[in-house]
């Protein structure tokens, strides 16, 4: 519709949430308030967006930044819903056509319904239509007063009678408003209410006096319309998001073994046949691919997963991508800027930092690879660990294809094990190991013949508990 011009109202504090963050950057499933109401207006294709900002105003609209043709008023100081939308006023002076109405605190409504609202807004050609809902607990909202089917006015709950309160029908804070009259009507709204402000659910029976028509529409899953005003309705709309979210999974073929424990954010994708067992956390822009299985425990945030990938519990992914077929953890981290290749295993309290691991390798234990390049069919012996960082700046190691890490190595970069090297086990490499040949660097060993009979002898002659003298197997570097 290029005449349809979406107003979000998001510069309230929020005071309930007790929060320094504006409301509406509160996340749930990974994406703020107000980015859920942007997504559910993009679906509507309008002509300009406008969000009403106010507090902590700057903040954000750095968050917004990247998101194109979005425009920003500024309401300040917020004096109610109705001084808000007034500061729209100016982006939209020229234009004509309808203004929906939305608030940034209200995340869940479809672009189903917003379809649905201007639909009867269209259709009965009113100056404005109230989106409304019919609920068991209406406390909170503004009620919906009716006279002969009509809607007469709305009224808060903090100025609403006994009887009034009531009223189940409630206001969604959603409207569709003709932009011709919105603003002149808008001047004259007061403030003699029990909050002192200007609210904008007043022009509904100003609209009424002036004989213009004012339509409705009630939404067909109330559970749409919760705004969030604290931090237990966050919890309570962020579960309905979720339970959503894993019912579109199922949906699609994937098997979660325990939805209520099972926390994906809106964005991820996950193929079908893969498995996710309870207490696994995905964020972000992840991608999992089809027939993997992540066992309980594991938090992986902007990933990407091939197939059939095996993540044992407790792993921990930022930012990686895994090849499909890898094996990962038990307790492995995968941190930003790793690549994992296919069929590779990354075992128990492997830590990788920007790290490309080649395809087939191997490291099954106890191994910290940063800033490394491992080719492919590498095996890292238990207790790697790359020296990356000279407490200034940090140097690339570099591990061939083939090559074989012993166990307890340290690999002191900037430094590179050529294809099919060697490096014996206890080593710390500072200088290359070129390929084919077998890096040692550690102090020769020596047997000391008959020490321990002569312990025992020393021992017993001095009277125990004496100890013996100077221990040469206690003795580094001999
Ligand atoms: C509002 C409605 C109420 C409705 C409810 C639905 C009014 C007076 N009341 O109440 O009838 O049932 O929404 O959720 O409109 N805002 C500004 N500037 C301001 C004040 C608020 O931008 O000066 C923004 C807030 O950031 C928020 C939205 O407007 O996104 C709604 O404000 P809020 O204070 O939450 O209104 P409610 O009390 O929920
Ligand atoms: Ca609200």
């Known amino acids: 519709m290029n005449d349809l011009h979406v107003v979000v109202l998001a510069a309230g504090k929020g005071t309930r949430m007790k929060s320094d963050l504006p409301k509406v950057l509160h996340e749930i499933s990974g994406q703020p308030l107000l980015e859920h109401v942007l997504r559910a207006a993009d679906g509507l294709t309008p002509a300009s967006v ?9 903040y954000l609209r750095s968050r ?3 998101r194109r043709g979005v425009q920003f008023a500024v309401q300040e100081p917020q004096l109610g819903t109705a001084h808000a939308v007034l500061q729209a006023e100016a982006l939209l002076t020229g234009q004509t056509g309808t203004v929906l109405l939305l608030s940034g605190d209200v995340p869940l409504l479809s672009t189903a319904t917003l379809h649905g609202l201007l639909q009867v807004h269209l259709a009965e050609r009113a100056a404005a239509t109230v989106l409304t809902a019919l609920l068991e607990r209406p406390y909170g909202y503004g009620r919906i007063i009716r006279s002969q089917g009509q809607v007469a006015r709305i009224v808060e709950e903090r100025d609403a ?3 009034e309160r009531a009223i189940r029908e409630i206001n969604a804070g959603v409207y569709a408003f003709d932009l011709e009259p919105l603003f002149p009507a808008l001047r004259s709204v007061a403030s003699q209410n029990a ?12 609209y009424r006096r002036r004989r213009l028509v004012v339509a409705s529409r009630t939404v067909a899953d109330p559970a749409e319309i919760r705004g969030i005003n604290s931090r237990t309705e966050l919890a ?3 579960a309905l998001v979720r339970q959503k979210k894993n019912e579109e999974l199922m949906a699609a073929g994937v098997t979660l073994v325990d939805p209520a424990t099972t926390y994906v954010d809106s964005d991820v994708v996950v193929g079908a046949d893969t498995v996710i067992h309870p207490n696994v956390y995905l964020e972000g822009q992840t991608r999992v691919g089809a027939a993997c299985e992540i066992h309980a425990g594991v938090r992986i945030v902007d990933s990407t997963l091939g197939d059939r990938v095996t993540v044992l519990n407790y792993t921990v992914m930022t930012d990686s991508i895994v090849d499909s077929e890898v094996r990962l953890g038990p307790f492995a981290h995968l941190r930003p800027g790793s690549r994992v290749g296919a069929a590779a295993h990354v075992g128990n309290f492997v830590e990788l930092k920007k790290t490309a691991f080649g395809a087939g390798s191997k490291a099954s234990h106890l191994t910290y690879l940063g800033d490394a390049t491992i080719g492919e069919g590498v095996t890292i012996g238990a207790g790697t660990i790359t020296c990356n960082y000279d407490g200034v700046h940090k140097h690339p190691t570099i591990i061939e294809d083939g090559a074989f890490i012993g166990s307890d190595s340290q690999l002191v970069a900037p430094v590179r094990v050529g294809q099919g090297a060697y490096v014996a086990a206890g080593s710390s490499i500072v200088k290359d190991v070129p390929p084919g040949s077998l890096g040692i660097a550690r102090s020769r060993q020596a047997n000391v013949e008959g020490w321990v009979e002569r312990k025992k002898t020393a021992r017993a002659s001095a009277g125990a508990p004496a100890e013996p003298g100077p221990d040469p197997a206690s003795q580094p570097n001999r």
């Open 50 to 58: 406008t969000v009403v900002v106010g507090h902590r105003a700057e």
């Open 64 to 66: 917004l930044d990247g």
């Open 161 to 163: 009678s006994p009887a």
């Open 195 to 206: 909050q002192g402000e200007f609210y904008l659910t007043d022009l509904v029976a100003i």
């Open 236 to 238: 309570e709309v962020g």
